[in-house]
């Protein structure tokens, strides 16, 4: 098993975009990439950390490799906003990779750009991307809210 982390705006989305995907064995939401120790949700929002919030994945790459895992973040999001993703504003919601290994580190810097070569966007990819620190899990009332929220809205929790 191996391990990705990933920021690209609200992490409740992500985090279920992430899990859907064969080979993905784990996810977690959480914090990375800020200052303050055990931040809270309340901490991160206020912005003034410099955490993002992020997704841990675990995954099998003999299943779904790295670059696979970059192009679903590539997908799901759009990189060329700054500090933004939809109605989310703030660097808390900015795009990041946090590579975990110079190979990921590698691939990731390669994608980028490809992609920006691409004449595909709009403008400029702006994704951060940094060596993983320290990943805070988020509470666990965030910990797979969207699979809470649909089994919810099905009357089965």
Sequence with gaps: MEQATFAAGCF??????FAARPGV??????????????????????GQTGHAEAVQVDYDPAVI???????????CHDPTTLNRQGPDVGSQYR?????????????ARAQKAKLQESGNLRGNVVTEITP?????????YHQKYMEKRFRMSQGRL
Excluded: K
């Design 132 to 140: 993983a620190t320290t990943f805070w899990m988020a509470e666990d």
């Design 95 to 107: 795009s990041a990779i946090y590579f975990h290994t110079p190979e990921q580190e590698a691939l």
């Design 12 to 17: 409740w989305g992500v985090e279920a975009t």
């Design 25 to 46: 064995t784990g996810t977690a939401v959480g914090y990375t990439g800020g200052t303050t120790e055990n931040p809270t949700y309340e901490d991160v929002c206020r």
């Design 65 to 75: 490799s790295y670059d696979d895992l970059l192009a679903v973040f590539w997908d």
